[in-house]
């Protein structure tokens, strides 16, 4: 599987292109409405034919650009059942599998920042949105977040995978742009060397952020999968 990471600076969100190299189907994970013709460039250019729009969970930083690129492309777009989308083609639960050529995409449910969170992978990465990022994980003081629920989809799920695994994240604020899951159980400074959940909890509960600038129109913009006409 090849793989694209392209970002948004105003958002600090990562969005990825893959493609199975023989077939050319590709999907793109975690779209940003600002940046739909630059993904359009690269696909054209690429030469790839877009199954997929995959969402890790519903955003309340950025809008989706999903909804305008399933127009251009005529992709399915991708969320887990628990986000009680209506504008989605397809709703997940663990364990489904998509296919790009003979390629695998697996899903795996890793709630916690919200209660929707998929981590998806692919032989040697797993694209964990933003319930793991680099040295960091997300927060889970909304959208349903939960401490214990993240604290297991982390250390029971993802520090399960092999520990080669590349983690490519749904985010970063510090210009890191990937990792491995051998790295984060040992330096990610949220969860990682063994943390216990009342250790972890104690962090999360006293992180103090401030919400999302865009959190009031990103969560219904992307319950419409970014298509704001409709």
Same mark, same amino acid.
């Not at 023989?22 to 696909?43: F, W, Y």
């Given at each position: 599987?090849?793989?694209? #990471? @392209?970002?948004?600076?105003?958002?600090?969100?990562?969005?990825?292109?893959?493609?199975?190299?023989?077939?050319?189907?590709?999907?793109?994970?975690? !779209?940003?409405?600002? +940046?739909?013709?630059?993904?359009? #460039?690269?696909?054209?250019?690429?030469?790839?034919?877009?199954?997929?729009?995959?969402?890790?969970?519903? &955003? *309340?930083? &950025?809008?989706? $650009? *999903? $909804?305008? %690129?399933?127009?251009?492309?005529?992709?399915?777009?991708?969320? &887990?059942?628990?986000? =009680?989308?209506?504008? *989605?083609? /397809?709703?997940?639960?663990?364990?489904?599998?998509?296919? @790009?050529?003979? #390629?695998?995409?697996?899903?795996?449910?890793?709630?916690? &920042?919200?209660?929707?969170?998929?981590?998806?992978?692919?032989? =040697? *990465?797993?694209?964990? =949105?933003?319930?793991?990022?680099?040295?960091?994980?997300?927060?889970?003081?909304? +959208?349903?977040?939960?401490?214990?629920?993240?604290?297991?989809?982390?250390? #029971?799920? @993802?520090? !399960?995978?092999?520990?080669?695994? /590349?983690?490519?994240? $749904?985010?970063?604020?510090?210009?890191?742009?990937?990792?491995?899951?051998?790295?984060?159980?040992?330096?990610? !400074?949220?969860?990682?060397?063994?943390?216990? %959940?009342?250790?972890?909890? +104690?962090?999360?509960?006293?992180?103090?952020?401030?919400?999302?600038?865009?959190?009031?129109?990103?969560?219904?913009?992307?319950?419409?999968?970014?298509?704001?006409?409709?």
């Amino acid at each position: 599987m090849k793989i694209r #990471q @392209l970002f948004d600076y105003d958002t600090w969100t990562y969005t990825y292109l893959i493609w199975d190299e023989a077939t050319k189907e590709a999907a793109v994970i975690d !779209t940003v409405l600002e +940046q739909v013709e630059r993904d359009l #460039q690269h696909i054209t250019e690429l030469g790839l034919t877009v199954k997929y729009l995959l969402e890790t969970h519903v &955003h *309340a930083d &950025h809008i989706t $650009g *999903a $909804g305008p %690129l399933r127009k251009k492309t005529s992709a399915q777009i991708v969320i &887990h059942k628990n986000s =009680g989308s209506e504008c *989605a083609d /397809i709703l997940t639960s663990e364990g489904d599998v998509l296919k @790009l050529g003979e #390629q695998e995409i697996r899903v795996l449910h890793t709630p916690g &920042h919200t209660d929707n969170d998929s981590t998806y992978l692919i032989e =040697g *990465a797993a694209f964990t =949105g933003d319930a793991l990022l680099i040295r960091d994980c997300g927060r889970t003081d909304f +959208q349903l977040g939960s401490n214990e629920a993240l604290y297991h989809s982390i250390t #029971q799920k @993802l520090f !399960t995978l092999p520990e080669s695994t /590349i983690v490519f994240p $749904g985010h970063d604020y510090r210009g890191l742009s990937q990792s491995t899951i051998a790295e984060e159980r040992a330096f990610n !400074t949220r969860i990682g060397n063994d943390k216990s %959940l009342e250790e972890f909890s +104690q962090i999360m509960d006293n992180l103090n952020l401030p919400n999302p600038k865009r959190i009031h129109i990103a969560v219904p913009g992307n319950l419409k999968c970014g298509d704001l006409e409709s």
